[in-house]
C-alpha cells in the first residue's frame, strides 16, 4: 500500500511539474504575442473625449492602413499634422466616400446621417460645421470624439489634401483602453450600413492564454504544499500499548 503511495506521490509531481512548465510557456507566449501585435500609447490629449480620456493608455493593434475602416480609432503619423508625434483620430469616411456636416445636427456620410453615441451626451455633431468633401482614394477623412477641440481633418481642410490622411500614415488600429481599465473600445455600429466594421484584434485570446498560463503555474506549485498536507492528514496514528503488556 504504502508503495502505491509513493507511485501516486510521483506520478503528481511529474504532472505538477509539467503544468508549471506548459504554464509558463502559455504565460510568457502570451506576452510575446502581445507585444508582437500591439502597440502602447499615452494620449496625451482631450481630444478622444469621453472615448479616450487625456492620459489614458491604450492598447493598438498593427494594422496596414487599407484595413481600416470606418469607425475605426486610429494612430497615425502625419507631418503636416504635428510632425515626429503620433496622433490618435476616429475615421469617419474613407476613399471616395462624401462626408459633410451636419444634417439636423448629424454627420453624414455617403448622404446618410451617422449615430455617433461615442459622442458626450448632448453634443450636435454640428460645432464642427464643415462643408462637403470628397475622400480620394487611398485617403482617410478623421474627427475627434470631441467635436469642439479636437484639431482634426476640419482643422486641415485648406491643404491640399482637404484634410484627408493617406492610408499609409496609419500604423495602429486602437483596441482598448487599459489604464484606467475601460475594456474594449464599442463598435461604432452606427456605420455599419456603410459596409463592414473591422473586427478587433486578438487581444482578448492573448488575455486568454496569459491568464490559463498564470493558473496552470499557481495550480502546479500548489500542488506540493497541498499534497503533503493531505499525506499527513491520512497517516494512521501511531499505536501505543499499555505498559507492562507484552
Given at each position: 500500500m504504502g508503495e502505491r503511495i509513493r507511485g501516486g506521490g510521483k506520478v503528481g509531481q511529474r504532472v505538477s511539474g509539467l503544468a508549471v512548465a506548459l504554464g509558463m510557456v502559455l504565460f510568457l507566449g502570451g506576452f510575446v504575442w502581445g507585444a508582437v501585435v500591439y502597440r502602447p500609447y499615452t494620449v496625451p490629449t482631450p481630444s478622444m473625449t469621453p472615448t479616450i480620456d487625456v492620459g489614458d493608455r491604450v492598447l493598438a493593434h498593427r494594422v496596414d492602413g487599407g484595413d481600416v475602416r470606418r469607425g475605426d480609432v486610429v494612430v497615425f503619423n502625419d507631418k503636416s499634422w504635428v510632425s515626429n508625434a503620433p496622433v490618435v483620430k476616429r475615421v469617419v469616411a474613407v476613399g471616395g466616400d462624401t462626408v459633410a456636416c451636419c444634417t439636423h445636427g448629424k454627420l453624414t456620410v455617403?448622404?446618410?446621417?451617422?449615430?455617433e453615441p461615442y459622442l458626450a451626451a448632448g453634443t450636435p455633431a454640428e460645432i464642427m460645421n464643415f462643408p462637403k468633401v470628397t475622400v480620394p482614394k487611398g485617403r482617410l477623412f478623421l474627427l475627434g470624439d470631441e467635436r469642439q477641440g479636437s484639431l482634426?481633418?476640419?482643422?486641415?481642410?485648406?491643404?491640399?489634401?482637404?484634410?484627408?490622411?493617406?492610408?499609409?500614415?496609419?500604423?495602429?488600429?486602437?483596441?482598448?483602453?487599459?489604464w484606467p481599465m475601460k475594456g474594449m473600445l464599442a463598435r461604432p455600429t452606427g456605420f455599419e450600413p456603410l459596409g463592414a466594421l473591422s473586427e478587433p484584434g486578438p487581444l482578448r485570446s492573448v488575455v486568454t492564454v496569459i491568464v490559463a498560463g498564470a493558473v496552470?503555474?499557481?495550480?502546479?506549485?500548489?500542488?506540493?504544499?497541498?499534497?503533503?498536507?493531505?499525506?499527513?492528514?491520512?497517516?494512521?496514528?501511531?499505536?501505543?500499548?499499555?505498559?507492562?503488556?507484552?
Open positions: 455617403n448622404g446618410k446621417q451617422i449615430d482634426d481633418s476640419t482643422a486641415h481642410l485648406t491643404d491640399a489634401a482637404r484634410g484627408t490622411v493617406d492610408e499609409s500614415a496609419v500604423t495602429a488600429r486602437v483596441d482598448a483602453v487599459v496552470l503555474v499557481l495550480a502546479g506549485g500548489a500542488y506540493g504544499p497541498i499534497a503533503k498536507r493531505a499525506s499527513r492528514r491520512s497517516r494512521p496514528a501511531a499505536r501505543t500499548e499499555p505498559a507492562g503488556v507484552r
